[in-house]
């Protein structure tokens, strides 16, 4: 069974660019998550969907980040403009459902360097 | 709010020798318990979790972790440490609001010769 792909695995921009990271989950899982890692802290939530509706984005920073998950499969993850506060590595993950103690299968994830 | 909280962001042991990470937990209602474990440059793996049940849990790789209520507790424990153990290790704990996951800071465990 393939896992939950990421693309790209790096990316260097520079502030107030724009950039996107893509997701695509483990084949049949409903419910998708993207979680921001910062150096040295645990991941931290930013989005999370259930097919294609978003059910939980308390801790995104709307002002400059947005996701949308066409179709219920893949995602997208954008930030405009960056900020040198959102270098962090970016983890995509997905689970069967969407319920207490599911187990999430995380992605390799994207390390965005903003200069 | 719940909370994970790891003491110790580093850990060296020698191969051979036990593995305690340690974690407590903060929770308001009984909490869904998760570990973790990134090796570098990869994703986040599950090694075990807790929800109900049996408070002592096994999970892959020699990995065990044991419930305690009384005390907040879920640390993670292997009677013998490999090179391949080397990687970092969080905790996280289920809010109980639909699959919300509070992780820890982590703790980077080093194994050596």
């Known amino acids: 069974e393939a896992g939950v792909a990421q693309s790209p695995r790096y990316k260097i921009i520079e502030k107030r660019q724009s950039v996107a990271f893509w997701c695509n989950p483990i084949?049949?899982?409903?419910?998708l998550y993207w979680y921001q890692q910062i150096l040295g802290q645990g991941p931290k939530l930013l989005i999370q969907?259930?097919?294609?509706?978003?059910?939980?984005d308390s801790q995104l920073p709307k002002d400059r980040f947005s996701a949308e998950r066409l179709k219920g499969v893949d995602s997208t993850l954008k930030i405009q403009p960056a900020k040198l506060e959102d270098s962090a590595v970016y983890l995509c993950?997905?689970?069967?459902?969407?319920?207490?103690?599911?187990?999430?299968?995380f992605g390799p994830g994207t390390r965005l360097l903003v200069l | 709010a719940q909370s994970v909280t790891q003491l110790g962001s580093h850990v060296s042991v020698s191969e051979g020798a036990l593995v305690l990470l340690r974690c407590n937990y903060s929770?308001?209602?009984?909490?869904?318990l998760f570990w973790y474990v990134q090796y570098p440059n990869q994703g986040l793996q599950l090694l075990l979790k807790?929800?109900?049940?049996?408070?002592l849990v096994k999970g892959i790789n020699g990995f065990e972790a044991e419930f305690k209520k009384s005390e907040t507790s879920f640390h993670l424990t292997k009677p013998s440490a490999h090179m391949s153990d080397a990687a970092e290790y969080f905790c996280?704990?289920?809010?109980?609001?639909?699959?919300?996951?509070?992780f820890g800071t982590g703790t980077r465990l080093q194994v050596t010769l």
């Open positions: 993950a997905s689970s069967l459902f969407r319920g207490t103690a599911e187990t999430q299968y």
């Open positions: 084949s049949g899982h409903a419910t």
């Open positions: 969907f259930q097919n294609n509706g978003v059910v939980d």
């Open positions: 929770s308001s209602v009984p909490p869904y």
């Open positions: 807790y929800t109900t049940g049996a408070t």
């Open positions: 996280a704990v289920d809010t109980g609001t639909a699959s919300k996951l509070t």
